[in-house]
């Protein structure tokens, strides 16, 4: 089953207060929203990559024109809106919704996601990371809620049946995962300090696995 990628990127980002867009902010050199579309690429079941931006933010979709990737501008009326807006225009079907701050993420862990989603058969799926996962990183868990006796956080990956996104209410599972390859989104200089930290201690296991 083919999966549209729909890249979140069109926030103001207004918590970084450093005066350029979000998702142009660099990780590891790079900026965050290559390494979102390098996992995207890597996937083995995402067919296709759409980037959502807005008038927020003009360099990011300059910026993405170099990657195979459709850019469709919304409205920047806000996350949901501005998502429901391109389900709608591009009349997707089965779509995996990521933010563009999730730097972290690998195609590997995007391959797990859609398997779940498809083994679940429920027209909606969430990504959640336990909250005392977030807390060890030194990070904050806003938008906790319990599964299972458990206080997680979403990570920000979401997956939905297109067709159905107008509908109120809709069956959902949620797969919680302990990997901190998900569990930091970048919303502030703390976020974003703790991704550099964590991308170079990942960098430095490869170099040793190489050696």
Known sequence: MSITALVMAGGRGTRMSLGREKPLLKVGGKPMIEHVITALMNSRKVSDIVVAVSKYTPQ???FVERFPVKVLKTPGRGYISDMKYAIKRLKLKKVLIISADLPLV???IIDRIIEKYNECDKPALTVAVPLE???KL????EYAFEVESISV???GINLIDGRRIDEEELEEEVLI???DHVAVNVNTPLDLSVAESLLSERLREINRAAE
Request: proline fraction near 5%.
């Open 60 to 62: 990011t979709a300059e």
């Open 106 to 108: 690998t195609g590997r």
């Open 133 to 135: 996962m977030r807390k």
């Open 138 to 141: 030194g990070l904050k868990g």
């Open 153 to 155: 956080v979403p990570a």
């Open 177 to 179: 995962l302990k990997d």
